[in-house]
Every structure is written in structure tokens, then in C-alpha cells.
């Protein structure tokens, strides 16, 4: 009878380039969703090896089915190898750390109705200001409720100004001027619901505009705005918005960076400090909220129906 020999297993590093091998070959599938359990990328319930080579894609720079909400498990800010190896120790039911945005229970009532009321500023204001940034000629726009709302460019002198006159985009009514709209905007905005009479206002800080840098796609912006709520339900005060790197093109989601509202003792916020809003081209954004402690949590955002999952 034929002896068998044992073979051992090949030596990490080895084992590692075959894995590498085998990812640039995988097709890359559908596109991502929303997801229920931390590093199931393909959101069958479970996670598995397959979760794991997904995410290990993303952080080779392959196609893959990752966002940055969902695979940036240890929340460092990007989708890396580390991410990988969690997804995949937790798959073999190995012991791991997790961090990527866990089910914290409900996020505070007054708090979401704030940053729901909020995200027109980018999925619509910031989007039509760079949709028409380079119109060198007067002209107005329809909006979505047709020659009753417009966006209105006016050039002079080689400055563009724009300017939102009751401009509906779905139950947002805007209202407002976007001053040196072409390149660093000076805003001072009002969004109302056509549904009620809460408002809220956000203007430039000491009239200061919105640094913006052309890149691929769109805009970044970066800057602060004070906000001024007007809500019958909450008594909601001032509060400041910091603009971080926003990556701005024409479609309704911000491709990168985030925005951050941040209160003060006079905010009317009880117990939150800040509450961060990241968003990386998906409908799905994380929202990281500080609390007056120094604790913090996060949430999941679904921005097509402003949506706390």
C-alpha cells in the first residue's frame, strides 16, 4: 500500500498571494444595498469567506461591492486589508473587534428631524449650484415644480451669483442666494417644507463662502455655515455646520467627505455635542453622533428617504 504524505500548509505570506491571486479574478457583482449585519457585504444574513474576499477587494483597489459604511469595519476612516481579516476571522467564528456602524438602538427624535430637514443643503442646493456653475450668461432654471420655482444665474463682470426662488425639490422648498456661486459660494439659504412652516436657515459664517476646489466628478467643499432652525415640534437653537471636503457632483448623494453639526450650550441639542454626517457616493451614509460625555455611537442614514435604519 502506498504510503500518503502529509502536506503541510503553505507559510502565510504564500497563502496570502494565492488569496491575492484569486481576487483580481473574482467578477464583481451587484451593486451594494443595504446592509443588516456588520461585513455582509453581499446581504444574505451571514457573513462569510466570500464577505471577506469582497472587502479585501475594496482595499486592493478592485472592483467590489464595498462602500465604506458597511466594509470599514474598525472605522479608520478607509476600507483596508485589517478590514479584510476581521471579515474573515469573523466568518471562521475566530474572536474580533467590530466597530462599523452597530445597531445603537433609535437615534434621538430631534436630532433626525434636524439632519433630515438638513440633507437638501447637499443632495439639492450644492447640486444645482455646480450643475450651473459655468453659465457665463444670465438665465433661470426650472426646478421640479416647474416656472413656479427657479434657480436664476446672473453673471457680471466675471462673477456668477445664483439665486433659489421657491425652487420645490420633493416636499423642500428653497429659498435664497448663492453669491460667487461659480467658485467659492457665499451662501445664505433658507429650506422650508411645503408641508408646515419649520424652516431652517443656513448663511456663511461672518460672510465668509464655501472654499471649492474643482476635482473629477464635481466640487469639494469645505467651510462654515451657521444654522438657525425654526421648528414648531423642537426647540431647536443656533448651531454651526462645518463643511469637510464635500465632494460635490450632480447626482442627489455627495461622493466623499462629510458635514458636521455642532451645538453649544445654547443649541437646545440635550445631551449631543455633535452629530457627523460621512457620505462616500452611496444612498447610505454614517452618522456619527458625540454625546455631551464624550461617548459616541452611530447610526445608518438612507438618503434617498431620509431614513434612520
Known amino acids: 500500500m502506498a504510503r500518503k504524505t502529509h502536506r503541510p500548509s503553505p507559510p502565510a505570506a504564500i497563502r496570502l498571494v494565492i488569496l491575492t491571486v484569486a481576487l483580481a479574478s473574482l467578477p464583481h457583482l451587484a451593486d451594494a444595498q443595504i446592509f443588516k449585519v456588520c461585513g455582509d457585504v453581499d446581504a444574505n444574513g451571514v457573513v462569510s469567506v466570500t464577505d471577506g474576499v ?162 473629477e466628478g464635481g466640487v469639494k467643499y469645505s467651510g462654515r455655515l451657521d444654522g438657525s432652525a425654526a421648528f414648531a415640534r423642537f426647540d431647536t437653537a443656533d448651531f454651526l455646520l462645518v463643511v469637510s471636503n464635500l465632494q460635490v457632483g450632480t447626482g442627489p448623494f455627495p461622493l466623499g467627505g462629510s458635514i458636521s453639526y455642532e451645538f453649544d450650550a445654547d443649541s437646545e441639542m440635550p445631551g449631543i455635542r455633535r452629530a457627523r454626517v460621512y457620505y462616500d457616493g452611496s444612498n447610505l451614509a454614517r452618522v456619527e453622533v458625540t454625546f455631551s460625555d464624550g461617548s459616541f455611537k452611530y447610526y445608518r442614514f438612507e438618503l434617498r428617504y431620509l431614513n434612520f435604519l
Open 54 to 215: 469582497q472587502v479585501l477587494r475594496a482595499a486592493a483597489g478592485l472592483t467590489s461591492d464595498c462602500t465604506d459604511a458597511i466594509c470599514d469595519i474598525d472605522v479608520s476612516g478607509a476600507v483596508t486589508v485589517t478590514d479584510g481579516v476581521v471579515v474573515l476571522r469573523k466568518a471562521a467564528g475566530l474572536a474580533i473587534t467590530e466597530n462599523c456602524i452597530p445597531h445603537d438602538g433609535k437615534i434621538d427624535s430631534q436630532l433626525a428631524y434636524l439632519l433630515r430637514f438638513g440633507e437638501p443643503l447637499v443632495s439639492a442646493v450644492l447640486p444645482t449650484i455646480v450643475l450651473r456653475r459655468s453659465e457665463t450668461v444670465d438665465n433661470s432654471f426650472e426646478c421640479q415644480n416647474g416656472e413656479d420655482g427657479l434657480y436664476e444665474v446672473s453673471y457680471f463682470d466675471g462673477q456668477q451669483d445664483g439665486a433659489f426662488s421657491d425652487c420645490y425639490f420633493d416636499n423642500a422648498v428653497i429659498n435664497g442666494d448663492a453669491e460667487n456661486s461659480g467658485d467659492d459660494p457665499v451662501l445664505s439659504i433658507e429650506i422650508a417644507d411645503a408641508r408646515n412652516d419649520d424652516t431652517l436657515a443656513f448663511e456663511g459664517t461672518n460672510g465668509t463662502g464655501l472654499l471649492g476646489v474643482s476635482v
